[in-house]
């Protein structure tokens, strides 16, 4: 990997920078899509590369699964087998550990599972983790962690947390001896819940084995906690970190979240949010969310967004086909995915030019203006950008704040 910042925010802590793999160049801030399965549903790698695309995840678990270290070993590796030409990132199966925690027993050695589809028992150590995103080949490569609620309390968190970091050394090593440092960069994932002192101990330990890492990962969030907890938890994470490191924050896919977490020094961010919100029928916009299935859009014969480059508004695709087809053709969340993933994409990367160009702080500020509207800013968002110099309430005599709106995180899988 190489890691270089090329532009920083005169204000907040964002930043631009140019991260080199061995599949090609991916500018940051981004946000990468989730191909759970080793494709976006609904979509060809053919048609994603052609969104512009070039940074995308797979899910290590599944894949182990379904088709099999075996098949990928026999073609290669998962970018010849989805034949994907860009860079790639895998989880390291950690999540699952929360969301298959009824057919999963955490120890020491790692974690054992009870495959979802036959019942047969997995153990999912740090060393396999590490083999079987060797064998997928992915050029970022993530530690196996173990992750709990972020709801959890008591010691079961810094157990948890202690566990990630030893369970690091063991990931640091196996990559070590595996002879593909050279291609494939492996990221510590910090741990501690909601506690900010755990967070610090975590933080403390990833850094000091800062030569042995590529990048860091911000995890162990998104998964109900109160939004107000959740930036400060963010804003804590990123201001530590190394800066000559990419800094990720796993589960982020809202709007609002995404352009908030770039503020406060993220780097990267996943979630399946866009293209799940694409398949009931949701397509995002920047004044905001559109549901396609109301009834409003039956004689509407507008594209989504006349602005918007995808292949669904370039095509003149209008609301009232969507709205006709969403629960009739899966060729409509087919088109509304393109449409949300290039949504996504031009709202990282106007962040990425207004940061070079200076003019960040007015990008945040002409998007929640237009995003929110006359609903109301979520307070949360007002709190955590003004915490970077960002005062989405200046200048705006008749902005009004949402108290406690979007409070809670949840995540989306």
Known sequence: MQFEIVAKCHTTRARVSRMKLAHGVTMLPTFMPVATQAAIKGLTAQQVE??????????????????????????????????????????????????????????????????????????????????IQHTIGADIIMQLDD????????PRVEEAMWRTIRWLDRCIETHDKSGKKDVQNLFAIVQGGLDPELRDKCLDEMIARRDRVAGYA???????????????????????????????????GFAEDLLVCVALGVDMADCVFPTRTAR????????????????????DFRPIDESCPCPTCTDKMSRAILHH??????????????????????????????????????????????????????????????????????????????AGAGAKWERVE
């Open 280 to 299: 009931f029928g949701v397509a995002l916009t920047f004044q905001g969310p559109m549901n396609l299935r109301l009834g409003k859009h039956a004689a």
């Open 218 to 252: 911000i995890g162990g969030l998104s998964g109900g906690e109160e939004k107000d907890v959740f930036w400060r938890i963010i804003k804590q994470c990123a201001a530590k970190l190394p800066e000559d490191r990419p800094r990720y924050s796993m589960g982020i």
């Open 147 to 154: 992750v709990v609620s972020s709801l959890t309390v008591g």
């Open 325 to 402: 087809t969403i629960t009739l053709e899966t060729a409509a969340a087919h088109a509304i995915t393109q449409h949300n993933l290039v949504f996504q994409a031009r709202l990282m990367g106007g962040a990425r030019d207004a940061i070079v160009n200076g003019t960040f702080p007015d990008y945040l500020k002409t998007f929640f203006k237009n995003y929110f509207g006359e609903a109301g800013y979520p307070e949360w968002c007002v709190n955590a950008l003004k915490s970077v110099g960002v005062d989405l309430l200046e200048g705006n005599p008749g902005a009004r704040v949402q």
């Open 50 to 131: 052609a969104l512009g695309i070039n940074l995308i995840l797979n899910n290590t678990y599944h894949l182990n699964l379904r088709p099999g270290m075996n098949i990928l070993k026999e073609i290669g590796g998962a970018h010849r087998f989805q034949n994907w030409r860009h860079n790639l990132l895998t989880d390291s199966g950690g999540f699952q550990l929360v969301s298959l925690s009824k057919f999963t027993k955490i120890t020491e050695e790692g974690a054992l599972f009870s495959s979802p589809f036959d019942g047969e028992p997995t153990m999912l150590t740090p060393e396999e983790s590490m083999s």
